[in-house]
């Protein structure tokens, strides 16, 4: 248990469904994070979370919409998805000037 | 910009063989370093982490790096591996006050009897 809690574990869903991946910490942190991480490519930062408000996007597709309603808690909305974002999507949360808390990550799989 | 380089995509090595990964960075500014270790199917867990006084800093599971300014490096050793430390290892810098992490590519250690 890193202290960065991450449900489903894994999660299989249709092109036309709608699903939601939570990323929870309770460690005081301030900043979270969303990373996509590939077969055989670089960890991706989707999204980054600072108290609360979104400060970057790194040009991820609409069909993924964050949200983050407080500090300790930080969702990922997913709806018609294709099968290449199939991945691990992986949560962090960190407090300004130190290094990152993963959690253990989401498998997604699209079909 | 920050960014690192991990020249190496995979790292064969024998059990109880010592081990070298390597990683350089680049940033105009002062920089904090770190290293993660990620197992299958989990997530990314810090090994050790650089942020000042000691350019030897040592981390969990034996392992330990040097932060060397001039060759702006900070490769990951450890004197003698074990079967169970076959993973992705990932090196990521943060720059002066920015707190986004930039990682490398990862680097596979791959650990054989």
């Known amino acids: 248990e890193t202290g960065v809690t991450q449900t489903p574990r894994h999660l299989v869903m249709g092109m036309t469904n709608k699903k939601s991946l939570k990323c929870e910490q309770h460690?005081?942190?301030?900043?979270m994070y969303w990373y996509k991480q590939s077969a055989k490519k670089p960890l991706e930062l989707m999204f980054v979370y600072s108290l609360e408000e979104r400060v970057e996007n790194n040009s991820v597709p609409s069909r993924f919409s964050p949200e983050c309603p407080n500090s300790s808690h930080l969702f990922l909305h997913l709806h018609t998805l294709q099968p290449e974002d199939s991945a691990l999507y992986l949560c962090?949360?960190?407090?300004?000037?130190?290094?990152?808390?993963f959690g253990s990550g989401t498998r997604l799989t699209v079909v | 910009a920050q960014s690192v380089t991990q020249l190496d995509s995979q790292v064969p090595v024998f059990e109880e063989a010592p081990v070298e990964l390597r990683c350089n960075y680049s940033s105009s500014v002062s920089v904090y370093l770190f290293w993660y270790v990620q197992y299958p199917n989990q997530g990314l867990q810090l090994l050790l982490k650089y942020l000042s006084g000691s350019t030897l800093v040592k981390g969990i599971n034996g392992f330990e790096a040097e932060f060397n300014k001039s060759q702006t490096s900070f490769h990951l050793r450890k004197p003698s591996v074990h079967i169970s430390d076959t993973a992705e290892y990932f090196c990521?810098?943060?720059?002066?006050?920015?707190?986004?992490?930039?990682f490398g590519t990862g680097t596979r250690l791959q650990v054989t009897l």
């Open positions: 990521a810098v943060r720059s002066g006050t920015a707190s986004k992490l930039t």
């Open positions: 962090a949360s960190s407090q300004t000037g130190h290094g990152y808390t």
């Open positions: 460690l005081g942190h301030n900043a």
